[in-house]
């Protein structure tokens, strides 16, 4: 069964794809979306409400991953035959959208900065190591101070980056360390990823990274990055269905 919704509000595009996905909700709450309809072409979605393909595809894809659409090939969209059975309060499934848009940023941190780890210990460059060095310090220092703290270790991040040598890497990790830093307090209150086991192995981790850019070797570096990464991950995985 097909729906044709006639009444949408435009969303601000800020934080479009978590709007979208809460209004879509809404919706379904309200009894204008029922479970088993069909949901409009993504495309026309996009019109309806006011923001860019884009967001759609990610409202589309965060309410897929936490169980509130189902996505036929070749059929469309639809909302979730057990949609109204979730029974999640609104923080409960803000925290599990949120959980769903972070782990994406997170595969891609992964995929870049690994390939930026293994290329800094290709490069070995004395003059990043000392900044790398420094700022390993400085997180330890801060260990008890978060906003130092996670200030510290994205420097680190972007450091690391330059210490591959290459402009396009760096722009690519900037974005989403940047990115990240909008996930910070639900990193830390959430994932509590400021916990001091969790501060402890993001020191160790990244002064393994250090040693093996010091000592050229990129597999090391790589598998030390991913473990550094794998931090957040590990803490989302917890909150994610399935």
């Known amino acids: 069964m097909s729906v044709v919704i006639n009444r949408f509000k ?7 794809p978590e709007a979208l996905a809460g209004q879509i909700l809404k919706m379904v709450e309200d009894g204008e979306l029922q479970p088993g309809m069909r949901l409009p072409p ?46 999640e309060s609104a923080s409960e ?23 930026a780890a293994r290329i800094a210990a290709a490069e070995s460059d004395p003059e ?22 996670n200030q510290a270790d994205f420097k680190f991040h972007l450091t690391l980056a330059e210490a591959s040598n290459n402009k396009a890497i760096f ?12 996930h ?26 250090i040693h093996y850019i010091r000592n050229g070797n990129p597999e090391e570096a790589e598998r030390s990055m991913s473990t550094h990464l794998n931090i957040v991950n590990f803490e989302l995985k917890k909150e994610l269905p399935g």
């Open 42 to 87: 993504q495309r026309e979605l996009a019109r309806m409400f006011g923001v860019g393909l884009g967001s759609v595809r990610e409202a589309v894809k965060m309410l897929t991953a936490t169980g509130y659409l189902s996505v036929s090939r070749g059929k469309g969209t639809f909302i979730a035959e057990n949609a109204l059975k979730q029974g």
């Open 10 to 16: 435009s969303l601000t595009i800020a934080s479009a």
């Open 184 to 209: 910070i307090d639900f990193m830390d209150n959430f994932l509590r990823t400021f916990e001091p086991a969790q501060v402890d192995r993001a020191i160790e981790t990244s002064r393994d990274i």
């Open 171 to 182: 722009e690519m990790v900037k974005l989403l360390v940047d990115k990240a830093h909008e």
């Open 93 to 115: 499934l803000e925290k599990r959208l949120k959980a769903v848009s972070l782990a994406d940023l997170m595969k891609a941190r992964e995929i870049v900065e690994c390939g």
């Open 128 to 149: 990043h190591l000392v900044r790398l060095s420094d700022i390993a310090g400085a997180m330890d220092q801060n260990r008890d101070e978060a906003m130092a703290f």
